[in-house]
Antibody, heavy 120, light 108 residues
Framework: EVQLVQSGTEVKRPGESLKISCKAS????????IGWVRQMPGRGLEWMGL????????RYNPSFQGHVTISADKSITTAYLQWRSLKASDTAMYYC?????????????WGQGTLLTVSS | SSELTQDPAVSVALGQTVRITCQGD??????ASWYQQKPGQAPVVVIY???KRPSGIPDRISGSSSGNTASLTITGAQAEDEADYYC???????????FGTGTKVTVL
């Protein structure tokens, strides 16, 4: 069974750093793109970027580039989303999602989400 | 980057048909997928490749695309179809993805 299991709820202060994770199982991790999606409270879905764990090729939404880092560790089949300095506006639910490789461009499996609250 | 625009909200009577649209320039060249999100849950894909249904998605949900507009149709809406729906497609560069603004579907 394909699963994406994300790390738990985080509460942080502005300026702190954070790395959240997305543990994949049930498929060949290196062969599928993994994306990250933000959902701010009461708002819609925003595509942040994605990574191909096989060669670490990474694509960023220009709106997020420079503020977050997407990475992956093939040895433990885990993808990451990282901030060096959090802002209150980073408060949101974050989802990881696997991009299908059948030739169609869509996200077929999603993690359960990681809720991040940034507050002083 | 491209934008995908959806109507914010629509309502449909139980058992009736509702169509949700998604407009954007990139849809002329790239296929759309649709995601259903219920409160407190992660999104679930209901349509990909403009009109393909993943296994387990009821056949009352269908998709189509023409020009710069992709559509999701629910024929014979059920109470469990009440949710937010988001379209998604690659942008004009082909290297990025973009989500639509989302449509809240209420089943009356």
């Amino acid at each position: 069974e394909v699963q994406l299991v994300q790390s738990g709820t985080e509460v942080k202060r502005p300026g702190e750093s954070l790395k959240i994770s997305c543990k994949a199982s049930g498929y060949s991790f290196a062969s599928y793109w993994i994306g990250w999606v933000r959902q701010m409270p009461g708002r819609g879905l925003e595509w942040m970027g994605l990574i191909f764990p096989g060669d670490s090729d990474t694509r960023y939404n220009p709106s997020f580039q420079g503020h977050v880092t997407i990475s992956a560790d093939k040895s433990i089949t885990t993808a990451y989303l990282q901030w060096r300095s959090l802002k209150a506006s980073d408060t949101a639910m974050y989802y990881c999602a696997r991009r299908d490789t059948s030739g169609w461009y869509y996200f077929d499996q999603w993690g359960q989400g990681t809720l991040l609250t940034v507050s002083s | 980057s491209s934008e995908l625009t959806q109507d914010p909200a629509v309502s449909v009577a139980l058992g009736q048909t509702v169509r949700i649209t998604c407009q954007g320039d990139s849809l002329r060249n790239h296929d759309a997928s649709w995601y259903q999100q219920k409160p407190g849950q992660a999104p679930v894909v209901v349509i990909y490749g403009n009109n393909k249904r993943p296994s387990g998605i009821p056949d009352r949900i269908s998709g189509s695309s023409s020009g710069n507009t992709a559509s999701l149709t629910i024929t014979g809406a059920q109470a469990e179809d009440e949710a937010d729906y988001y379209c998604n497609a690659r942008d004009n560069s082909g290297y990025q993805f973009v989500f639509g603004t989302g449509t809240k579907v209420t089943v009356l």
